[in-house]
Structure formats: C-alpha cells, structure tokens
C-alpha cells in the first residue's frame, strides 16, 4: 500500500477528517495552535500504531507498556511501526551521557580496544558503566560526595571547644571522643595552629593505633581521620546512620573524584592511548574536533569501526550539536538537544519502513541551522522511511513532499483539513499557513526608548568569557546566536541570578492537580462561585467541584477510572452526574438560567457575553487577548499544548506594569499567525510599562524587538562572548553574525 489511509477521525476536536498520507515520503502539518494537528498526527496516527504494536504483545507484556486508547475514529489502515521523536527530555542519571546514549561511546570503545596502547582489554574495559573499566573509587561516576570541611569543622576553635560542627559529633559525645580522648591533638588549641602533619592525622588517621577507656578496661583501635570515618558512616553505604543522613549530607559537596579526576575510568582504562590521547580526554573535546581526530586515525584494524563512527559524529554536526561533548550528562540537554540526539541514534539504525513521527524538530535551531536538519530528514526518507513532520518552520514546510493543513483555527474553529497537497499549491492557497508564506514580515519601524538598564557582569556561565552586558528596561530585547552560543547561560541563569525579581513565562503545564482549569487557575472560579452564591443565597463553597458541591461518586471529576488487572484502564463518564461534576441539588441553583455545570461548559468568548460584571469579564478579555477564546472553562489544563499553557500565564500578566519577564523560545509549537499574535501579546507588556527578554530564532520576533543582543560567533567553545547589541535595524548592517546574514536573507 502506498498511503497511510485515515477515514473518519474524530479524536478531541477533529471534524471526521480522511485523509491520506503518502508512504515514504515527507509529510509536513502545519495549521494554528490548537487546530489540531496533535489530535491527527499523534493522537490518531501515532495512537494507532502503537495500540497495533502492543496488540501483538502477550498480555503480561501488553500490562508493562504505556497504555494507548483506540484512537476515535472509523478506519486506519497502511501503518507501519511508528517511532515518535519527541522533545520530552532524555534525562537519565549521571550514567548516561551523550556518548552512551548514541551509541558513539560504544564505537569509541572498541576503538581503543582495537588500536589504543598499550592495550587494556576488549571493549567493555573502556566502560565506566562495566566494572572491567570503572573508576574503583568513584565507580564510574567520576564526582564524589566528599565532607566539605568549610561547612564541618570551625577551625577557629579547638576540639573542647566544639570545632567539629557535624552533628552527631558535639563535644561530649562518643564520636568527639574518639578524637579528644585519642591523646594525639592539644583539645585546647584551635584547629588553625594544627601542624600539616596533626591535619593529616586528623582527617585521615594514617594507620596509628590509640587506646581507648572503656568500662571494660583499655581497648587498642586503630585511629579513624575524620573524613574516612564520614565515608564509612554516610558515604560508601547507607549504614546504620540513615535517620541522620539527610541532615548530615547538608554538610557534604559533590567534587570530581581524586582518583580519576572526573574521566569515571580506572587507571588501566586511562593509560590506553590512540595519538597520545585516552578515552576520557577525547569524550571531553566538542564533537565537531573529534571529527578531525577520528578522521586521521587509520590502519586496517581502524577500518571497521572508523566509518560507522564517523557517521555518527557527523550527524551529530550536521544536525547542529557539534559543540556537544561525548561526557556531557543527558540530564542537562535541553528539549531540543534532546529531540535532536534522539534523531542521530535513528539515523544510525538500518530499519526501513518505519513511520517517523517529529514534533517540531526545528526548537531551539537557528536558521542557519535548519537547512541541515532538514537535509536529515530527507536522509531518514530516502532510506524509505514515512516521515510525518509537525512544524511551523517556513523552510522546513519547503521540503515538504506534501503538506496537511489543519484549520482553519483552534479550538471548535478547528478540526477540519484545509488544505492538501505540494507546497507550492499551499502557497496559493486561501488558508492561514498559505497566506503567511506568502508574506514577509517588514523590519520594525521605531523604536522604544528605555527607561533604564539592567546589567549583567562579568559573566562566566558555562562557556559564558566575562559577558558584561546591559538590558535596556522597558523595552524588548531578544537575545539571538546559533545553538549553543549561550544565550540560555546568559539569560536563564546570568541574568535570572543577577535579577531574581524577573518572572520566566515558559511553556511548562499550568496547575498540577488533575482539577485544575482555566477558571481556576485565573482566580475566575472565585468570582463565579461569589455570584451563584449571590443569586441563590447559598455558600459560595456549594458551587466548588472540589469541596461540598461536588459529586459524591467522582468527587468532581465527572470521570471515573477503573484498574483492571490485565488489561487497559478505562476512563468513562460518572453515571451519577452524567459528567457534570456536582451534586444534584447543586445544579438546582442557577445565575441568568445557567447552571455552573453549564457555565464550565461554556468557552471563553462565551461567557465573556454571559458575564456582564466587571470583574469576570476583564479576566475572560484578557484570556481572549491571548487568543484563547475557544479553551472551555472547564477543560482540564493537562489538555493544553505549551503554546497555550504559555498564553494563559501570559494573560495573567496583562495588567501589571514594571515587571521585568523572561521568556525561552516562546515561539515553539506556534504557527506564524500564532507567532503574529504573541508579538502584538509581548508588545501590549512592553507598552504597560514592563521590560520583556527573549531568547529566540524566529526571525519575525527579531524584527519586532527594540534591541538585540547577539551571541555567538558560534556554538560551545567558539561562542560566548556578545557579537552585536543594537536595534534590529543596524544588525542589518554588522558584519561577523549569522544571524545578521539570516536577517538579510529573510528579507530579500
Ligand atoms: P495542535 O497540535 O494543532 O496545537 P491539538 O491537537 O493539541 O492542537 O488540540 C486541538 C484541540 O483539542 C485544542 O482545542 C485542545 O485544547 C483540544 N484538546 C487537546 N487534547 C485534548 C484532550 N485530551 N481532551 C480535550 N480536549 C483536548
Ligand atoms: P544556547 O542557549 O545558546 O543554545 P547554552 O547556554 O545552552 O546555549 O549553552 C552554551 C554552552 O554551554 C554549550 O557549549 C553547552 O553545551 C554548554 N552547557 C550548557 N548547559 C550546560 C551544563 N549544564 N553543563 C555543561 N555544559 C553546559
Ligand atoms: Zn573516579
Ligand atoms: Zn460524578
């Protein structure tokens, strides 16, 4: 079969939509937030795959796997497996690091088995993760948790004193003996007139034996150094001392280990060479001058192992991540470094007719850096992939093979399949995405004049060299350079920490209690339940779904869920308030004829008619400023995309003034119309008096800024210092920026 064939989709908003998608080809979706491209492409397609998938699995497997619900709709047929490559964070612990996680660290494993010297074994001798190869002391962690001994010990005072600050350890008791009573220090003299060698022998011990009193007579011990009797009681096990542990490691830091100094390997593992170089030292050099290295390594026992390993680490480059280094910890990679690392492993595999499914694989990519990107999709195609792409990006729309266009808007307004077809037929077409490819935005004209400056100094960040910049207070400034180059050093954490007032206004899900909606998270709920109270002489808390009024069956989810043992869970609607969350009695009670089970059914925009008091109608106006009139007052927030948890927190903000906000890529998962609307959002903060920062790639938000601060000139160890700060309309004309090169580009 040729096509992936979709008859009546009706998952969340989408209108019984068949359509059919092309087979081994490039299929891009694109359409509004909200329009439903998530509900198509994840929901019912990638849902559906993996529902099939875990079919053939026996039950007791099937229960282990995540749980898949039968997508709603009538037919779906010609799927292949589909590989979902998301932005969802790699994570891992401290074992699992860029090297290990594609498989590089692997190659270069064998590597150095093949060609290193002198030799220390097979492979899994260069393993931090195999005892063969660990560091024994560390156990191939390559940090240690140590006693801090500024946070342990006073030195100011002597052991009578009560110099040992540990707890546990005060004077009197039987482990502050164990030092006062051992006859080897002055207990009256400070611990700062203490000889190199009383130092030595009190933190270390070195093997002399004291005698102690007992009751039962003198006892020979051997002496314990305080910071070997700390690891033994709290380091190397979790002992007998684990009521007191959590306290006591307040009094600890993490440090590389003394042993393997961080490189996690043994010292055999360490000795093995290729080029005067071992295994650690080239984990710890940026990807993009491997490649150099790796290149010049040769001699038929290279042979095999070379070539697949250059791949990788070309892939690596070419998707834009060469100033990654092989040792860095997954658990630090943000969402698009993630997204991209997990495409490389893909890349590497020799499956063919798989379904791969990206959610916008261009976050956090500069445009310079798209094109490559880009050019790996094509590669995961013509190995004879299907490649399902949503994405708002117009270059990567270019290289669509064929285009979805979900529309026309969100919400209810959405739902619907607007255009199909090439995309040079998108580009004449009469939809949102055909209108805006065919526009460009101009450059800005005028531009604000600020009101003060907020300064970062001296800066050293990660690969930050002593950035001192300064950000013009009221006004919007976007932070621009290639991935990598610091921006998020600079403003997530330099700045942050410079200005803790500023509020950082992300995509990350509002309301983490499944009751939470968008009438309670705006403090609309209070009003609500105030009025219904008003009109019926009730208390206000009868009309909360999450205290008395609420249904006694559902407890006011208006959902049951049932475990079943060896089967899915279900989910299905509460019989005894058919949904409606509250009691009976409850719905009894009404305002202007509505019921409250009513107004949470209504949409935003709805109720903005609905309410005529002032108070609730400036929070559902300030909800529809952000465009999201269409949400339902009482739809779980867990439903909402990022774009939308980002836009309700951003209505919440509206009214205030003088406020400094911080905001990373706000321009994931939105459309260009979407874009068009956070700008005028952003514009509307700026002219209330608030300074607004923002780190982004899209251009369209670059020429809406009143200033730009550039990183670069590249990633990793080739950024890091600030390249142009100025308004958009003289980075035109600098030289040395790629971002200026893109601008110019962009608009010609
Ligand atoms: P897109 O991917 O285009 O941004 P989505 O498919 O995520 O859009 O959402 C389409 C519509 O369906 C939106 O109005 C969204 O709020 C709604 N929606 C998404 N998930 C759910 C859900 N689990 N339950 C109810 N509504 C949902
Ligand atoms: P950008 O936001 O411009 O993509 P970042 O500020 O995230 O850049 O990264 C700048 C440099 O610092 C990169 O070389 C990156 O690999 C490195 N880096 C970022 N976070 C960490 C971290 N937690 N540990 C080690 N290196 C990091
Ligand atoms: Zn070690
Ligand atoms: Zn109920």
Same mark, same amino acid.
């Given at each position: ?124 001798? !260069? ?84 005698? !102690? ?318 009025? !219904? ?216």
């Amino acid at each position: 079969m040729s096509h992936i064939e979709i008859t009546g989709a009706r998952q969340n908003n989408l209108r019984n939509v068949s359509l059919k998608i092309p087979k081994q080809r490039i299929t891009v979706f694109t359409g509004v937030s909200g329009s439903g491209k998530s509900s198509l492409v994840f929901g019912t397609i990638a849902a559906e795959s993996q529902r099939q998938l875990n079919e053939t699995f026996p039950p007791f497997v099937r229960n282990r796997l995540p749980k898949y619900g039968r997508p709603d709709a009538d037919h779906i047929e010609g799927l292949s497996a589909a590989v979902v490559i998301g932005q969802q964070r790699i994570g891992g612990n401290s074992r699992s690091t860029v090297g290990t996680v594609t498989d590089i660290h692997t190659l270069l494993r064998l590597l150095y088995s093949r060609v290193g010297t002198p030799p220390a074994g097979y492979s899994n001798a !260069f393993s931090f993760n195999d005892p063969a190869g660990m560091c024994p002391e560390c156990e191939g962690v390559g940090r240690k948790v140590a006693l801090d001994l500024d946070r342990a010990l006073d030195r100011t005072r002597s052991l009578n004193e009560g110099a040992i600050l540990l707890p546990g350890f005060g004077v009197g008791t039987w482990y502050w003996k164990t030092y006062a009573s051992s006859g080897l220090f002055d207990n009256d003299k400070p611990l700062t007139g203490y000889t190199p060698e009383e130092w030595d022998l009190f933190l270390h011990g070195g093997g002399t034996t004291v005698s !102690f009193e007992t009751r039962g007579g003198t006892v020979p011990q051997k002496f314990e150094g305080l910071v070997v009797k700390f690891d033994r009681l709290y380091v190397n096990r979790d002992g007998e001392q684990t009521s007191r542990r959590a306290e006591v490691m307040t009094f600890t830091s993490t440090r590389p280990c003394p042993a393997c100094r961080g490189a996690r390997l043994n010292p055999a593992a360490l000795a093995c060479r290729i080029d005067g170089r071992n295994i650690a030292e080239l984990s710890a050099l940026e990807i993009r001058h491997l490649v150099g290295i790796v290149q010049g390594i040769d001699g038929p026992v290279a042979a095999a192992v070379v070539p697949p390993l250059l791949d990788r680490l070309r892939h690596m480059v070419g998707i834009g991540l060469g100033y990654l280094t092989l040792d860095r910890p997954t658990a630090t990679l943000s969402g698009g470094e993630s997204q991209r690392i997990k495409m490389v492993k893909h890349l590497g595999s020799s499956l063919t007719d798989m379904t791969y499914v990206f959610d916008e694989p261009t976050i956090g990519l500069h445009p310079r850096d798209v094109a490559n990107m880009s050019a790996l999709l094509r590669a995961l195609r013509d190995k004879g992939n299907t490649v399902l792409v949503v994405e708002h990006d117009r270059d990567v729309i270019e290289i669509a093979d064929h285009v979805v266009d979900v529309g026309p808007r969100a919400g209810t307004h959405g739902g619907e399949i607007v255009y199909e077809g090439g995309v040079a037929g998108l580009r004449e077409a009469d939809t949102l995405t055909g209108r805006h490819l065919r526009r460009v935005r101009p450059l800005k004209e005028g531009f604000r004049t600020p009101s003060g400056e907020l300064t970062v100094t001296g800066a050293n960040v990660n690969n930050l060299r002593d950035v001192t910049v300064s950000f013009p207070a009221g006004v919007l400034t976007v932070v621009t350079g290639v991935a990598g180059s610091g921006k998020s050093s600079l403003v997530n954490e330099a700045f942050l920490a410079a200005h803790p007032r500023a509020v950082v206004v992300d995509q990350s899900a509002v309301g983490t209690s499944i009751r939470s909606t968008p009438a309670t998270y705006t403090g609309l709920m209070t009003e609500i339940r105030k009025l !219904f109270a008003a009109a019926s002489g009730a208390s206000p808390a009868l009309f909360s779904f999450n205290s008395e009024g609420a249904c006694p069956a559902c407890q006011g989810l208006g959902v049951i869920h049932v475990d079943l043992a060896f089967m899915d869970g279900v989910t299905s609607v509460c019989e005894t308030c058919r949904g409606r969350r509250f009691q009976e009695e409850v719905l009894r009670h009404t305002l202007r004829g509505r019921s409250i089970s009513d107004v949470l059914e209504m949409t935003v925009s709805e109720a903005a008619e609905f309410f005529t008091e002032p108070k609730p109608r400036r929070v559902l106006r300030s909800i529809e400023e952000v465009g999201l009139g269409y949400l339902r007052l009482g739809q779980p927030l867990s439903t909402l995309s990022g774009g939308e948890c980002q836009r309700i927190k951003l209505a919440g903000e509206l009214s205030r003034s003088g406020g400094v906000y911080v905001m990373d890529e706000p321009t994931t998962g939105l459309h260009m119309a979407d874009v068009e609307r956070l700008i005028t959002i952003i514009d509307g903060l700026v002219d209330a008096g608030n300074t607004v920062i923002v780190i982004e790639h899209d251009l369209d938000v670059v020429k809406s800024a009143d200033w730009v601060v550039d990183l670069g000139p590249g990633g990793g160890d080739q950024g890091g210092t600030v390249v142009f700060e100025g308004t958009p309309r003289s980075l035109l004309e600098a030289t040395g920026s790629v971002t200026a090169e893109e601008l110019r580009r962009d608009l010609t």
